[in-house]
C-alpha cells in the first residue's frame, strides 16, 4: 500500500480500512502512548532505579569494608594499644614546663664538660606551639676540637629528654672548630594549653 492509498482513506470510516492502514495506525497510537508514558512515568521510576543501583552498589562496598574491621576487630584494638603505649612513651620523653630549665642547663653541661666553651647559648623568646606539645629553639654556638664537639652531639642525642640539633654549621680554624646550631627541645602542654590550642584551631578554622 503506498502512500497516496493513506491519503485517499477517509478518517470518519475507519473501521472500513483495508487490515494494512488500520495495524499501522494502532502501532503508531501504540508507539506514542509508550513514548509518553516514557516520558511522563517511567523516566523517573527510571531514575529512581538508577539511583538504587548506585546505592547498592555503595552499601555493598561500605558492607564488605565493615566487614573486613569487624574480622579483623582483634587486632585493630592491639595495634591501637601498642601505639598509645609507644605515644606515651615518647610523651614521657617530653618535659614539662617545670623541667625546662633543669634540660636547659643540662644541655649547658653537656659542652662544659667536654670543655667547649659556649659563644653563644639564647633560647628563642617565644615558644612555637603545636597539638600536644610546645617546641623550643636554642641557637648555640661552642667553639672546641673536633672529638669533643662530636661527643657533645652524642651526650645531647643520650639525654632523657627529646633534644635534636639542626642547622649545623661548622668554621675550622687552625684546627679549632666552631659550631653554630639550632638545639630544639620540646615540652609537653598541660591541659589548660591544649584546650587552649584546640580553642585556637576551632577559631582558625571558622574563618577559612
Known amino acids: 500500500m503506498t502512500l497516496d492509498d493513506f491519503r485517499r482513506l477517509n478518517l470518519r470510516e475507519v473501521g472500513k480500512w483495508p487490515l494494512g492502514p488500520r495495524i499501522v495506525v494502532l502501532l503508531a497510537i501504540l508507539i506514542a502512548i509508550l513514548a509518553l508514558a ?7 521510576q527510571w531514575d529512581r ?18 566487614k573486613a574491621k569487624a574480622i579483623n576487630y582483634d587486632l585493630y584494638v592491639q595495634q591501637l594499644a601498642e601505639v598509645n603505649q609507644a605515644f606515651g612513651a615518647l610523651v614521657k620523653q617530653l618535659p614539662n614546663r617545670s623541667e625546662i630549665d633543669a ?13 667547649l666553651q659556649f659563644d653563644l647559648f639564647r633560647p ?5 606551639m603545636a597539638d600536644f606539645y610546645a617546641e623550643l629553639p636554642i641557637a648555640i654556638k661552642i667553639t672546641g676540637n673536633y672529638h669533643d664537639i662530636g661527643a657533645f ?3 645531647v642525642a643520650a639525654l632523657p629528654r627529646i633534644v635534636t ?3 649545623l654549621s661548622i668554621a675550622n680554624e687552625k684546627g679549632t ?14 591541659e589548660d594549653e591544649i584546650a587552649k590550642q584546640r580553642a585556637l584551631a576551632r577559631e582558625a578554622k571558622k574563618r577559612r
Do not use: H
Not at 516514557?38 to 523517573?44: R, Y
Not at 634540660?103 to 670543655?115: P, S, V
Open 165 to 167: 640539633l639542626n642547622d
Open 49 to 66: 532505579l538508577t539511583s538504587a543501583q548506585q546505592d547498592e552498589v555503595r552499601l555493598k562496598a561500605q558492607f564488605v569494608e565493615k
Open 153 to 155: 652531639a652524642s651526650d
Open 124 to 128: 628563642a623568646p617565644q615558644e612555637k
Open 103 to 115: 634540660l636547659l642547663t643540662d644541655i649547658n653541661q653537656a659542652g662544659l664538660g667536654r670543655g
Open 38 to 44: 516514557g516520558w511522563f512515568d517511567w523516566k523517573d
Open 177 to 190: 672548630l666552631t659550631m653554630d646550631a639550632v638545639a630544639k627541645t620540646f615540652r609537653y602542654l598541660d
